[in-house]
């Protein structure tokens, strides 16, 4: 058993744990710039009790993915000004991309939207100044550190 096992379970974990890090710092840098950015939240549909004020969620039950779902990228961005859409799929360092993912990637291409697979805020920001969407002197560069 290895040192973090005990702590996290596995190695996916810890891995799951790096994206969804990266995720949230990539939602976090988009909007601050100010994309419309969101995370793609497949997988999991609320069940719902109560009215109004009292309205909650009382469990949670997976959702039957179909063949056309599987593999959409986490994140999902409009960018500016020509309102161009992005797809990011978050992978940790040594994740890579699955079967299905690499369909969505080519779909993308295929119908002129944009699609990176990235590792970390840094690698977003980059693609965004090389396609012009960010410029080097933007207040993004502050986010570098995140």
Do not use: C
């Not at 601050?32 to 949670?60: C, D, E, H, M, S």
């Not at 994140?75 to 360092?93: H, N, Q």
């Amino acid at each position: 058993m290895r040192k973090l096992d005990h702590i996290v379970g596995s190695d996916k974990k810890v891995r799951r744990h790096e994206e969804t890090e990266a995720q949230a710092t990539v939602l976090t840098g988009l909007r601050y710039l100010g994309f419309l950015a969101w995370r793609n939240q497949k997988g999991i549909i609320p069940i719902w009790a109560g009215t109004g004020q009292t309205r909650r969620v009382i469990a949670t039950r997976k959702n039957r993915e179909s063949e056309y779902t599987n593999g959409l990228p986490d994140i999902f961005v409009i960018l500016k000004p020509d309102g161009m859409l992005l797809g990011i799929e978050m992978k940790s360092t040594t994740g890579k991309l699955s079967t299905d993912q690499e369909t969505w990637r080519d779909r993308f291409f295929h119908n002129g939207a944009e699609y990176l697979v990235a590792t970390s805020w840094d690698e977003v920001l980059r693609f965004l100044q090389s396609k012009g969407y960010a410029s080097n002197g933007s207040p993004a560069m502050r986010l570098r550190s995140m």
